[in-house]
């Protein structure tokens, strides 16, 4: 009896025994398995919220020492994601990671572009105004110096110098952004956009300021000439182009929620300039001509002032065809002086540039001028005295031989 009670009592304790170590079996792999997801969570959740490339770099080694504490479990792990896998799932959370990393590194790219932008805004405007404060002293200076002719004009060699050097600022200002924008995909567009709410200045409000100023340059300067004119009439020109290939691009980068308007305002803007410049230049031409001893039909555009190039020429050709004498040639050597050493050499391209003249046109008044060269040049009187003593000389010898004839 007594042998019976021991073996009876030797069984309960190997039976509780395995019962416990099963359920403590049974408890670890429980917790394993909650482990595991709350890891998992925790580093995913790091993950999405991590707000720079270096955070999430360091979340790649915690990403692959979560993978290596739970290979050895990942039959048990599988069993209780079913039908997920623990493969699976260390897949996802590589592929959130390289997601939000791509994500977080476009960012960064965008914010440093944005930062760089507004950089470069930065110095564009000191340096504007930096220009505007050099002109508005030289202004002055001009002002003051009207009795010295010769400090007079050296102020204002220095005052074209600085209108000079502000358009190729400004040209390069408008390269850079050619080269920025005018490729510029939607995405990138969209990207930018979100960002402008950093930038105190960008960059469709500078073009906005830069040619405001210019056209106060142009209404209120008083020491500028034709050259001076042309020569802005040959920038507005290429700011036009610019703004052709990219002013789409900018508006809706920069003005998303009223484009349209924005455009034309800048365009508003532009056409006032162009109507400025040509206020001062079309006066200025017609001066230049005059002052050189040509009378041109007056003009208000570019049509008009080829027009008259054109009336002047076929006029003056046609006096030439009718008299053909040495003022008529002296008329047209005054012409040519002036069209081809001032107008062609010192004026050609940016006539050209700035639309009031093509090469076309250009090459048009050339041939014409060779007709009229042709016409105007007083043809020799040599021959037709040669002639009339050749005759004299003829008349004489008959009535000589006449005489000699009548002789007895």
């Known amino acids: 009896m007594r042998l019976l009670h021991k073996t009876t009592l030797s069984l309960l304790t190997v039976f509780f025994l395995f019962a416990s170590t099963t359920a403590f079996a049974q408890q670890s792999d429980f917790q394993i398995k909650q482990d595991f997801r709350a890891e998992l969570s925790e580093l995913t959740e790091r993950i999405i919220t991590a707000v720079s490339s270096d955070e999430l770099r360091e979340l790649e080694a915690e990403i692959d020492q979560l993978e290596a504490r739970y290979a050895e479990h990942s039959e048990m792990i599988s069993g209780a994601l079913y039908p997920e896998t623990f493969d699976g799932k260390m897949g996802i959370l590589s592929d959130t990671y390289a997601s939000t990393l791509e994500d977080v590194e476009l960012i960064e790219q965008l914010n440093e572009r944005i930062d760089e932008l507004a950089a470069e805004m930065e110095v564009f405007r000191e340096r504007l105004s930096e220009m505007n404060l050099e002109m508005s002293s030289l202004e002055d200076q001009l002002e003051r110096a009207e009795a010295s002719e010769a400090r007079q004009a050296a102020l204002i060699r220095q005052y074209r110098q600085n209108i000079e050097q502000r358009d190729n600022f400004v040209s390069e200002f408008l390269e850079e952004l050619l080269s920025k924008y005018r490729t510029m ?6 990207e930018i956009t979100e960002a402008t709410e950093r930038l105190d200045d960008n960059p469709l409000e500078i073009i906005q300021t830069i040619i405001i100023e210019y056209i106060e340059m142009t209404d209120h300067s008083t020491a500028l000439e034709t050259p001076d004119y042309v020569a802005m009439r040959a920038q507005h020109g290429y ?34 300039w162009l109507a400025s410049i040509d206020n001062k230049l079309w006066d200025a031409l017609s001066t230049s001509f005059n002052q050189n001893g040509i009378e041109l039909d007056p003009f208000t555009s570019p049509d008009d002032f080829y027009a008259a190039l054109n009336a002047f020429v076929d006029a003056a050709y046609e006096i030439s065809l009718e008299r053909n004498d040495e003022e008529d040639h002296q008329i047209f050597r005054n012409f040519s002086d002036f069209w081809n050493n001032t107008v062609k050499a010192s004026w ?4 050209i540039e700035g639309n009031v003249l093509s090469q076309s046109q250009i090459a048009s008044i050339d041939l014409k001028m060779n007709d009229w060269s042709e016409a105007s040049a007083p043809t020799s009187n040599l021959m037709f005295i040669l002639l009339l003593i050749s005759i004299a000389v003829i008349i004489g010898l008959i009535i000589l031989i006449v005489m000699m004839r009548s002789k007895p």
């Open 348 to 351: 050609g391209d940016l006539l």
């Open 239 to 272: 700011f036009d182009e610019v703004w052709d290939k990219i002013g789409e691009q900018l508006v809706n980068t920069f003005a998303p929620d009223n484009p349209v308007t924005a455009r034309e305002e800048v365009e508003d803007l532009i056409g006032a």
């Open 185 to 190: 995909d939607r995405d990138t567009e969209q």
